[in-house]
């Protein structure tokens, strides 16, 4: 019998529509039983990082970011690309935990996608330094750029191309046995 896990699931975009946020919850959707998400929806209501603010226990809003991520035992993030980089709300988050640990070795997946034909590689290879500088587990093999999110994913946040849906039921996999290994 396969262990619960707890997998903190991070869109990187605020808009309401976001394709991201309907892939993430499309991916949750896909999951093996044994994972279970929790869905960080604090991203707006993080400060902007400043190393004066971060003393003793900072602020509430850095308090709940890092008590998420302390009892994920994975880390799912899809991310739009904003401007060729990594939206600034994602990159603030990462800002914050930068030398707190809660990151540390933890197994995380980044899929980035974008209706353009680029799906999003500039944010996910800058996301993807981010994560390896703060010592995250980043399984390569799990994360994934998807062009034409749009042409992939119905408006009701479901996916329709099949070769996108295994590719993402593979990183989910991939996830829970990393997650797994840590956790035996």
């Known amino acids: 019998m396969k262990k619960e896990l707890n997998i903190l699931a991070i869109s990187g975009s605020l808009r309401n529509q976001s394709s ?36 003793e226990e900072g602020p509430v809003s850095v308090q709940n970011l890092r008590a998420q991520l302390k009892h994920s035992d994975g880390v799912l993030i899809c991310t739009p690309e904003y401007g060729n980089g990594v939206p600034g709300v994602l990159k603030n988050a990462l800002d914050w935990v930068v030398s707190s640990g809660e990151w540390l070795n933890k197994p995380t997946i980044v899929i980035a996608a974008s209706p353009s034909p680029m799906g999003g590689d500039k944010a996910h290879a800058s996301l993807l330094l981010t994560l390896n500088m703060i010592n995250a587990q980043v399984l390569q093999e799990g994360c994934l750029t998807i062009p034409h999110i749009t042409l992939k994913m119905n408006k009701q946040g479901v ?10 039921q593979n990183s989910l996999t991939i996830l829970g046995e990393a997650c797994n290994q840590i956790k035996s």
């Open 20 to 55: 991201n946020t309907s892939l993430m919850h499309a991916m949750i959707k896909l999951a093996h039983t044994n994972l279970k998400f929790e869905v960080y929806d604090g991203l707006n209501d993080l400060p902007h990082f400043n190393p004066d603010l971060d003393v």
């Open 159 to 168: 996916i329709i191309d099949s070769e996108t849906q295994r590719a993402l």
